[in-house]
């Protein structure tokens, strides 16, 4: 498992060549938010619906590129997939001097989206992005992946967040069928370790990849 030392706070507060949060774009973003005055849980619960819900999930735009991943991107495209939505989430806490940092975890996905499985050869997700972020002295695990008109149309409960329990997955939809597993928890980490996604990716996807390397999803 990558796990970096919990030890040092200050790693999951400080910018990073991409957790940029002093970029004029985060800033916006957060200035739409309203965050003067409230609480850290408060600010924290506001960064996640605005990211979940804000920010559609595409799980078919995956870059590798450093520039392509960092919030200013994904706050101007306006969608991204899981691992783009949690660095954009962990960005916009560490802007709020809020402790934060990346998960990621291997996943069985049973949300029928039959598109997505055809591309990928399998209903495997690896690597899953998540987030925890530092709360009340305790790390709490969130996911702002899916936004709630995607839920809406997979006929599933959008996921809340309530700043003081683990929220990182739908285990049913609203029929009872089981919706999303936990395969493998990969760690946490205090920046995105592109070269490790790309690892996993390349061996959970080798038809996704040809002989030079090349992504062919992207």
């Known amino acids: 498992m990558h796990t970096n030392d919990v030890g040092d706070m200050n790693a999951y507060t400080k910018v990073t060549a991409l957790i940029d949060f002093n970029h004029p774009a985060v800033n916006e973003f957060r200035s739409s938010?309203?965050?003067?005055?409230?609480?850290?849980?408060?600010?924290?619960?506001?960064?996640y619906y605005a990211v979940r819900?804000?920010?559609?999930?595409?799980?078919?735009?995956?870059?590798?590129?450093?520039?392509?991943?960092?919030?200013?991107?994904?706050?101007?495209?306006?969608?991204?997939h899981c691992?783009?939505?949690?660095?954009l989430f962990v960005t916009l806490c560490r802007a709020e001097g809020i402790p934060a940092r990346i998960g990621l975890a291997r996943v069985q996905?049973?949300?029928?989206?039959?598109?997505?499985e055809e591309k990928l050869g399998t209903n495997v997700l690896a690597p899953?992005?998540?987030?925890?972020?530092?709360?009340?002295?305790?790390?709490?695990?969130?996911?702002p992946a899916f936004n709630k008109e995607l839920c809406e149309r997979l006929g599933v409960e959008p996921l809340d967040f309530d700043g003081e329990h683990d929220?990182?997955?739908?285990?049913?939809?609203?029929?009872?069928?089981?919706?999303?597993?936990?395969?493998?928890?990969?760690?946490?980490?205090a920046d995105l370790p592109v070269?490790?996604?790309?690892?996993?990716?390349?061996?959970?996807?080798?038809?996704?990849?040809?002989?030079?390397?090349?992504?062919?999803?992207?």
């Open 33 to 47: 938010l309203e965050l003067e005055g409230k609480t850290d849980t408060e600010k924290a619960l506001s960064i």
């Open 53 to 80: 819900d804000r920010i559609r999930y595409n799980p078919f735009d995956i870059r590798f590129e450093a520039e392509a991943l960092m919030a200013d991107k994904v706050l101007q495209k306006g969608h991204g």
């Open 83 to 87: 691992v783009d939505k949690a660095l």
């Open 109 to 116: 996905n049973h949300m029928g989206t039959a598109k997505l």
């Open 128 to 143: 899953h992005g998540y987030a925890e972020v530092f709360l009340n002295d305790k790390w709490i695990k969130c996911t």
């Open 167 to 189: 929220s990182i997955f739908q285990a049913y939809d609203r029929a009872g069928g089981t919706f999303m597993q936990y395969l493998e928890d990969y760690g946490t980490f």
């Open 195 to 218: 070269d490790f996604i790309r690892e996993v990716m390349e061996k959970t996807y080798p038809n996704l990849f040809d002989d030079k390397g090349q992504f062919l999803l992207a």
